[in-house]
Nanobody, 131 residues
Framework: VQLQASGGGLVQTGGSLRLSCAAS???????MGWFRQAPGKDREFVAA????????DYADSVKERFTISRDNTKNTMHLQMNSLKPEDTAVYYC??????????????????????????WGQGTKVTVSS
């Protein structure tokens, strides 16, 4: 599986960007997610979505501002980012991977997408938010 992230750029505070992640290869059944790494900081979880798109998860810092989606017919995932802040400045990476046995409980609720071990990673796309 290869992942190609795109859509980054320079935007002013309060602006919007839409990131895309195009996957090639078999991703059927895979969860997909976005992570970011700001200069001098560790990589952090941003958002993730299940294969069916029935479950999503967001970091608290981006809730109500970012929306993750996917189109399995086109093997793509998107991250709509609104109300951008300077602290959103980072390189954004997309990731994909299968959910392990036991990830979903008896009620169909997922485990932690943030802690999931993603097998495949894209090359990153840079987002810069100016103040």
């Amino acid at each position: 599986v290869q992942l190609q992230a795109s859509g980054g750029g320079l935007v002013q505070t309060g602006g919007s960007l839409r990131l895309s992640c195009a996957a090639s290869g078999r991703t059927s059944g895979y969860a997909m997610g976005w992570f970011r790494q700001a200069p001098g900081k560790d990589r952090e979880f941003v958002a993730a979505i299940s294969w069916s798109a029935g479950s999503t998860d967001y970091a608290d810092s981006v809730k109500e501002r970012f929306t993750i989606s996917r189109d399995n017919t086109k093997n793509t995932m998107h991250l709509q980012m609104n109300s951008l802040k300077p602290e959103d400045t980072a390189v954004y990476y997309c990731a994909a991977g299968p959910t392990p046995r036991g990830f979903w409980d008896e009620r169909g609720e997922p485990g932690s997408f943030a802690k999931l071990l993603y097998d495949y990673w894209g090359q990153g796309t840079k987002v810069t938010v100016s103040s």
